[in-house]
């Protein structure tokens, strides 16, 4: 047990068990109704990109997506082989500002797990405990949840002018969760922010499983990967919900 990465795994979604994919790529995971993160894009609408993923379910439980590698290489396929119907899930890279966890037992798990540094705010009329992570993320959603993003995209020409926040509307486990897409101030795309956005691995590789850490911009080699022998660090409850 142990290694390096294993304590937010249980906040993402691994790669599922069919395509052999298996990511370590920490990603954009709001968990409850109302939570919600503050957002800088660094990737531009017309580099979003785009993969079909097949819903890995082994009996109800949910191991979280795989891609299918019908579309993505050509090669067989096991759950388009089984019938498993497939979606479009997009990929860009973000860097998170904030987090902001509403103030629920799970939250507050999570927090002391992860020991997370914070302070309770209030937006509106919530209490929210608020992180500033300040991590690269990738954001990995059903195509469902895009049409906020390309509307404002088509209408502005650009997702990379100010920073948004990005809001679950769904309590955990809810089959038609919706997500709100807030544009805040407009501000300036640093030179940090372009730095950090051109050392970044191509949103193909990481998809595609060529690259599973944002350590280094190298393909997973044969250095040995701890985690081969656990999936998941801890799978009770972690289940329970889709958070596409
Ligand atoms: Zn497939």
Redesign the pocket.
């Known amino acids: 047990m142990g290694g390096r990465g294993v304590e937010s795994d249980e906040d993402e979604i691994t790669g599922g068990g069919g395509g052999g994919q298996r990511t370590f790529i920490p990603r954009v995971m709001l968990r409850d109704d109302g939570e919600f993160c503050r957002i800088r894009f660094l990737t531009e609408h017309d580099d979003i990109f785009w993969e079909?993923h097949?819903k890995n379910m082994v009996g109800k439980d949910f191991r979280g997506y795989a891609l299918?590698?019908?579309?993505a290489t050509g090669e067989d396929?096991a759950?388009?082989n089984d019938g498993v119907p497939?979606n479009k899930h997009y990929f860009a890279w973000v860097y998170e500002l904030s987090h902001f966890y509403p103030l629920t037992e799970r939250a507050k798990e999570t927090i002391k797990r992860r020991e997370l540094k914070g302070k309770k705010v209030k937006e509106g009329k919530q209490t929210f405990y608020r992180v500033d992570t300040e991590e690269v993320l990738l954001m990995q959603y059903s195509g469902y949840h895009f049409g906020a993003v390309e509307k404002r995209a088509e209408r502005h020409g650009t997702l990379l002018d100010r920073p948004f926040e990005w809001i679950r509307n769904g309590q955990p486990g809810d089959t038609d969760t919706s997500y709100i897409f807030e544009a805040l101030d407009e501000e300036p795309f640093s030179k940090e922010l372009k730095k950090i956005a051109t050392d970044l691995p191509d949103l193909e590789d990481i998809v595609l499983g060529r690259v599973s850490s944002l350590d280094t911009k190298e393909a997973a080699s044969d250095d040995a990967d701890p985690f081969e022998e656990e999936p998941a660090e801890k799978n009770n409850g972690a289940n329970e919900e889709e958070p596409f």
């Open positions: 079909l097949h299918c590698t019908k579309s396929c759950f388009c497939a």
